[in-house]
């Protein structure tokens, strides 16, 4: 229920704030005064197109901010900034940013906003099914069979998709295992480039290695003064020093650790310089090797490891294209599955719908009897579409409102013969059938009069009122027929301020109302009379 609106800078709108009451709200005011204005700014924020000409000339940005209750009570405060540089928006709830698809999907539990032309929604028998479905209460089986056709959808993709990419699978495979067999062929291992570099660095020094290899051998082992003859002297003396001073006795200690790093130094230098092939044959191998390891690298690189993990994902591809037909069978398992899952939850909704579709036509025809459409004959007329192709995701139905406003008239469709004031009574019949709202829930009816007028729009504020107890109604009219059986009563005017346009809004005590009743009525010219009428019409309305 909307229970408070703040609109600054919004159109015509300098500043307005309204609080509304549950029931039948009503405003009125003069045509041009920004009724629908107010509408408007309902509409921003339950997720409405905002654009930067709704924003009050010369003014940076426009702001709607509401408070609603929900159906469970609890105040939930929204509001919609619009930029008059960019025309974009920004809405928030309860504080928090939230996108404007997020205020669509929490209005549709709010607010029912049934503008001007929101009737002509009824020319469009699709829309007849969601208005049947609504009223029987089937949203769960609605879901049921939506969710089923998805997943048919989905699978049916799916299979075309295998299907159609029989032929590019088998160049793709072809594809794959050239690249594949290119890289086996080599059979690059991990970190093997970096090794090569090394080596070649080595063999491209190999006569320096060997001779300072040599040479270095030499000094340590086999020289005439070689560094191990030359340390026995050494750790003669030093033995002597330590049998005069204890200072000595670790260095002394060291000896056989020393001896044996130097003769595992000199094993090296041997075995490392017999181990070096120094043919030029050596060193072409491992130029040959690194050049195709760069070809490699240059075509699925840059580095080595990147060429190795290319392998693997070509693998990893030609497996799921080796398992196509397997997933093609099962997806073919599933879908049987799926269908006659579909075809269960579709069949059992359509059951539904037409069990729901009599009781629903009685209960229409009733509401329109109510509003002096009272030998109106209504049905809901359905048609069974064959095959898969007919399948959707409200199910294998089709439907259709029928009427015969008159006697003796065949019934026809709805969409075909209805006048806009017909359409607008069926319209307001709809709401005011007993499952088609929640309690708690807002409607809003800009103009519900059009096309009607006498009797027939005092029947209309009467089903406003009926309606208004259940849930709350806010209803813009121009007929004083109507405009009585509002529990509140609000006037929407304009004035000149400081030469700008400025719209108000001011809610009416009794005696406002009955001013505002003769102004409908009669115009500017109000006498007596006529404010008597408006005054008894008021009374007879509000008992």
């Known amino acids: 229920m909307l229970r408070f609106i703040s609109i600054r800078n919004l159109a015509v709108i300098d500043r307005l704030e309204v609080e509304f009451e549950p029931g039948l709200n009503v405003l009125t005011g003069e045509t041009g005064a920004g009724k629908s204005i107010l509408v408007g700014a309902v509409g921003l924020l339950v997720g409405g197109r905002a654009s930067a000409d709704l924003v009050r000339t010369g003014e940076e940005q426009a702001t709607v901010e509401a408070v609603f209750e929900d159906p469970a009570g609890a105040e939930l405060m929204i ?11 920004r809405a928030f709830l309860n504080g928090s940013l939230v996108t404007s698809a997020a205020l669509k999907e929490l209005a549709a539990d709010l607010v029912d906003l049934h503008g001007q032309h929101e009737h002509q929604v009824l020319l469009d028998p699709a829309s007849h099914l969601d208005l049947l479905d609504a009223f029987a209460g ?7 069979v939506h969710a089923a056709f998805t997943r048919v959808q989905s699978l049916v993709s799916e299979r075309n998709r295998l299907a ?33 570099v090394t080596a070649r660095h080595v063999l491209g ?39 005069i001073d204890p200072q000595f006795a670790p260095h002394l200690a060291a000896k056989d650790a020393v001896k044996s790093q130097l003769e595992d130094l000199a094993y090296f230098l041997r075995s490392y310089a017999s181990a070096i092939d120094a043919s030029p044959g050596k060193l072409q191998d491992v130029e040959d090797r690194l050049a195709v390891l760069e070809r490699l690298k240059k075509k699925h690189g840059p580095a080595l490891a990147d060429v190795i993990e290319t392998a693997a994902a070509l693998r990893q591809e030609l497996a799921a294209l080796a398992g196509a037909d397997e997933r093609a069978a099962a997806i073919e398992a599933e879908l049987t599955a799926v269908r006659r899952d ?23 025809e009733t509401s329109l009897a109510d509003l002096a459409m009272a030998q109106t004959r209504c049905e809901v007329r359905f048609v069974e579409r064959d095959g898969e192709d007919g399948w959707s995701e409200r199910g294998f139905d089709q439907g259709e409102f029928y009427i015969s406003p008159n006697p003796g008239e065949d019934l ?56 208004g107890s259940r849930v709350q109604v806010l209803c813009i009219t121009h007929l004083p027929q109507i405009a009585a059986y509002g529990t509140s009563h609000y006037r929407i005017a304009k004035t000149l301020k400081d030469g700008r346009t400025v719209t108000g809004v001011s809610p009416l005590g009794v005696r406002d109302r009955e001013d505002e009743l003769a102004r409908m009525i009669a115009g500017a010219d109000v006498s007596a009379s006529v404010r008597a009428s408006a005054r008894e019409m008021l009374k007879r309305r509000v008992q």
């Open 164 to 196: 159609t990419d029989a032929r590019e699978k088998t160049r793709r495979e072809e594809y794959l295992r050239f690249q594949l067999t290119e890289i086996e062929r080599v059979a690059p291992q991990s970190g093997e480039d970096d090794e090569l």
């Open 205 to 243: 020094n190999a006569e320096r290695l060997q001779r300072l290899c040599a040479d270095t051998y030499t000094a340590l082992y086999e020289g005439e003064e070689a560094a191990l003859a030359t340390l026995s002297a050494v750790w003669k003396k030093l033995g002597e020093l330590a049998s």
């Open 79 to 89: 509001r919609r900034d619009v930029s008059v540089q960019s025309g974009r928006s």
């Open 342 to 364: 579909y075809r269960c939850l579709a069949e059992k909704l359509s059951k539904a719908r037409r069990s729901a579709a009599v009781e629903f036509a009685q209960r229409l």
């Open 138 to 144: 089937l949203t769960g089986e609605r879901e049921g």
């Open 412 to 467: 026809r469709p709805l969409a075909r013969i209805a006048s806009g004031g017909e359409l607008s009574r069926i319209m307001l019949a709809l709401k005011t059938l007993a499952s088609t709202d929640a309690p708690g829930k807002t409607l809003i009816f800009d103009e519900v009069d059009a096309g009607i007028g006498g009797s027939v729009a005092d029947i209309v504020g009467a089903r406003l009122r009926q309606l």
